[in-house]
Each structure stands twice: as structure tokens, then as C-alpha cells.
């Protein structure tokens, strides 16, 4: 429900309501109908279908892991979803230039696709709505949490909403701000950042061919690059591109006539699905892997980015985002059966014990791939072309690789 001024306390406290502090929301309020816990959610800038202002929402896609779309359906969501999205159901990984391939098919693991491919502001659409029908949640946006403090009961937050300043108690801050947090470093939490020195570059594509629900992963010279399906509009077969590239060359591609960037794309992506015809406006996102140094204190949990910000590359920052939520979630229904505060460390420390093995895992996962995958150095393009011919030839590497891509391999 949409509230215009809050209360003096809530239960919980949302700060970012971003594609990972909505889900987290939306999941909360669907498994804890019975418990009665007051949840405010504060965003700072509010969606709009016109406007592509909103960090989370706005002109990329996501890959959801078919993980993900089981806790989307546990949260009751799919079912509005599953119009908007375009199933994988297969990911063809390869070299440019260099012998050697994968390609992992949804039949081979009895699913229905790998994954699926949504369109960012369509996901938000759908968790705001959810958000304002909720009667549980309380959405305050556009409002900007200033400040958090610790208290001896919890945390005190001072929200800034139009010409407002609001106090509000809670017992648990659960800060999904994303990974630029100034919030985190007004609390004294740091990060450790790794910046990869490249950018992605996003823009939406049209094909000669249909692409028949394969998304492509292919290495070159100068980064990796995704082709993730997307449903036919008006005709055109469509694509998400993800293009990484160094960080010093991503201005000259923003730049670039569009026939001359179409056909560097051709050379770097090949001609699978015939030729590129169109190419949609481009926008641009810097690299780093950041990892908070502390994800709890006693009354706040950090969550999404702000925890773990990672390379785009193998599509896993919002699919483990959204394990960690649906574990928070159930440590937190538990706690409200049992009369327990949620801000309790027990209970946070409980939940980061439970997913601390699938974060080092997912994070590990992605930065080594990012960093075999990134290269000319020959050793390592020695290793890939093995790990390709690898992945496709040795079943219980490839059932790995695929559960981890599938985001079912966190356990
Ligand atoms: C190019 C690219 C492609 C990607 N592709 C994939 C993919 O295919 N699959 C995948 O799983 N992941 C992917 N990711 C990762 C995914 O986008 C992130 O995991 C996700 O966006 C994290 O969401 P978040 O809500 O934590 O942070 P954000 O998206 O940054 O949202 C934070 C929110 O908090 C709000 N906010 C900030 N400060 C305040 C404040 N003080 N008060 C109130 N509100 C505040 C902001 O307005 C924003 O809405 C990709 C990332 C990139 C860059």
C-alpha cells in the first residue's frame, strides 16, 4: 500500500526498493501473512512506465536462473511474470576465433527452460504492483532515507520526503540501496572493490533469424559478450546484448556510428543468427566486484548489491540476491513464530551462516570466469579452451556448471 507519511515505528524497515529490496518485500509479505510484522519500504525515486530514471528498473534485462523463477512462484508472482519473460531453453558458450564450444540444453536437466530473460522495468512493474495491493507492506517513494543509526532498541532512521524529515524506529534496517552505498559508509561498513577496469555496454538488438531460445555467451578478444533472447516485437527478432569491453574503449562504442558498430558487433559475434539489422539506444555500466566486509550488525542485514556486487558476466548478482532473500525470509517467519525480535543477531547470524557458502561460491564462480574469460594471455586462453571442450565432454562438469548457471547449485 502506498502511504504518504509513516509511522513513528515499523517492524522492519526497507531502505531501496530496487528489483532486490521489492522482491525481498513482496516475499516477505507473502510468508508472513499470519505474523502481523509491520514492513515500511522507502525508495527513493518513484517508477514510472515514462521515464527511465530508476537504477533497478530501467533499460536492461535480467537472466533469471530457473531457481529463480521457483521463488518467484513461491511468492505468488509468477503467474504475472510468466507473459513478460522469454524462456532459455538453451546457452551456447564459445570462443571467438578458437576451437571449442558448449551448449547445455534444458532437456538434458528435465526443465522447462534453463532460465528465463526479463525485461528489467517489466519485473519492477510487476513487484510494484504487488507492493501497492500488499496491505502488509507500506511503499513510501519517492523518499530517501538520509540517515541510520543505531539505538538501544534497533535502528532509527531519518527519512527525507519532499520538504518533509520524518523519524522512524524500527527493529531491523534490512539496506537493499545497491552498491554505491552511503549508507554503508556512514555506518563505518566497508567494502572490498575490485574494479575490472571494463564496462558493459546494453543495448537491445534485432536478428535476420530467429534465435529459437538459445542465449549466447561468447569470449573475444576484448571481453565477453552475452545475446540473451528476447520475444519478438513488432516483427523483429530481438536480443539483449551485454557487450563488456575495457573500460577506456566503452565511450568510443556509445559513440559510434550505428553501421559501424553494427559491424564490429558482426565481427565479434558472428553471423548465427544472420545478419544484425538494428540496434537499439546504448547504455553504458562500469565493472567492479564489491563485497561488503560485514552483512549484519545487530538490527541490520544488508542485501543485493550492497552485499555483493558482481561482473554480469555469468548473470548471477540478482539469482543469488534471491536465495539469500527467500533464506532471510524464512530465518525471519521463524523468528516471528518464536516472539523473536528480527533485528536479533541470533537470527541474523542464523541466516548468514545458512548462505554464506552459496555467496563465496556464486562469487568465486563469477570472478574466475570473469577473469579466464577476459583475456589474451595464451595459458589461460589455453585453460578456457579446455574448460569449453571440458564442460561439453565430461557430464558431471557440465551438470555443475549447469546447476550453477540454473542457480541450483548453491547448496
Ligand atoms: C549490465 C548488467 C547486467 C546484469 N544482468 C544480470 C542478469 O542477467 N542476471 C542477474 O541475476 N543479475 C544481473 N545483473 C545484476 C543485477 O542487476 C543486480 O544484482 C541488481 O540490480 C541488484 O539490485 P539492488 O536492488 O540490490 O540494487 P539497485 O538495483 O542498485 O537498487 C537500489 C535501489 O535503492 C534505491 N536507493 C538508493 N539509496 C536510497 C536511499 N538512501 N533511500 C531510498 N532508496 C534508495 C535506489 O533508487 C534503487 O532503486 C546485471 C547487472 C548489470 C550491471
Known sequence: ?????????????VVGGGMVGASFACALSAAIEKENLSILIVEAIQQSTNVPQQPSFDSRSTALSYGSRCIYQEMGLW??????????????????????????????YEVEALGYVVENRQLGEVLNKEMENSSQVKLLSPAKIDKVSPTSKGMQLQIEKGESTHTVETSLVVLADGGKSPICS?????????DYQQHALITNIAFEKPHHNVAYERFTDTGPLAVLPLDSYESENRGSLVWTVAADQSGELLDMDSSKLLHLLMDRFGNR?????LIGKRFCYPLTLRVAKEQIRPGLVLLGNVAHTLHPVAGQGLNL?????MVLVERLKRAAENSESPGSMAVLQDYLDSQDFDQQKTITFTNQLTRLFSTNNSGKVLARKLGLLSIDLMPSLKRGFAEQAMGLGGK
Open 186 to 194: 556512514q555506518l563505518g561498513i566497508e567494502q572490498s572493490v575490485d
Open 321 to 325: 540476491a534471491l536465495r539469500d532473500t
Open 273 to 277: 543468427l544472420g545478419q544484425i539489422t
Open 79 to 108: 503467474t504475472q511474470l510468466a507473459s513478460r519473460v522469454t524462456a532459455i531453453k538453451e546457452i551456447h558458450v564459445s570462443d571467438k576465433g578458437r576451437f571449442g564450444s558448449a551448449q547445455l540444453n534444458h532437456a538434458e
Open 1 to 13: 500500500m502506498r502511504i504518504e507519511t509513516p509511522e513513528q515505528h515499523y517492524d522492519l524497515v
